[in-house]
């Protein structure tokens, strides 16, 4: 079983900041917060990760609470082209596996 | 950054037969993995292959159903063996290039049971 908890789907408005939640409770503390999303019909595709500072890149910000046991994906202006299933999972061990659990569907409206 | 190669990208095939998918890297990698996605699923990992030596499977994989090679660090091979209908899925191949957690994916192989 995946070690994160997703909400099953959310939609956003077109041009308004996508803030995706995540609960990992069972985090220990050396392990990664990974993001990643699959957008229909493709291959997931990497978008971030973090240990315990908020991390920001040119596809996303990515905000990890102090106690580390939640996280939140946020796609500053989400476009069409967004619209895709939001995976945020936490390594299982150190052999660099990813279990992905059932993501979030992100739909963006126009 | 990778580039990965998988072939075939579809495929439908008669049960009881069986399906070696390609998976080829631009560049040499230590981590590989394999996944599968059934319809309307999230990807479940197969087992990691391992170059030289015999894949890790996951719970619920074995290697008789699922046999994989790994001659080197850019290339490896899943078979679906003796498929049925519940075999009907996308296998995906994946790498992970800096071991960082960052994995590449191919755009998968789309395979059919009839």
């Known amino acids: 079983d995946a070690k994160t908890t997703q909400p099953p789907s959310m939609d956003c408005a077109e041009g308004r900041a996508a803030n995706l939640p995540c609960n990992h409770s069972t985090i220990s503390g050396n392990e990664y917060v990974y993001w990643y999303r699959q957008i229909h019909s493709q291959g997931p595709q990497y978008i971030i990760h973090?240990?315990?500072n908020n991390e920001t890149n040119e596809m996303a910000s990515l905000i990890i609470t102090e106690d580390r046991k939640s996280s939140t994906l946020i796609l500053p202006h989400a476009t069409l082209r967004d619209t895709a299933v939001y995976y945020c999972?936490?390594?299982?061990?150190?052999?660099?596996?990813?279990?992905f659990g059932q993501g979030t569907e992100l739909s963006v409206k126009p | 950054s990778a580039v990965i190669s998988q072939k075939p990208s579809r495929d439908i095939c008669q049960r009881g037969t069986s399906l070696t998918i390609q998976c080829q890297v631009d560049s040499q990698v230590t981590m590989m993995f394999w996944y599968r996605q059934q319809p309307g699923q999230s990807l479940t990992l197969i087992a990691t292959?391992?170059?030289?030596?015999?894949?890790?499977?996951e719970s619920g994989f074995v290697i008789d159903k699922f046999p994989i090679s790994r001659p080197n660090l850019t290339f490896s091979t899943l078979t679906v063996s003796n498929m049925s209908p519940e075999d009907s899925s996308i296998y995906l191949c994946?790498?992970?290039?800096?071991?960082?957690?960052?994995?590449?994916f191919g755009e998968g192989s789309r395979l059919t049971v009839l």
């Open positions: 994946s790498v992970d290039v800096e071991g960082s957690g960052e994995l590449f």
């Open positions: 999972i936490v390594p299982y061990n150190q052999g660099g596996k990813l279990i």
């Open positions: 973090g240990l315990k």
């Open positions: 292959a391992n170059q030289g030596s015999e894949a890790t499977y």
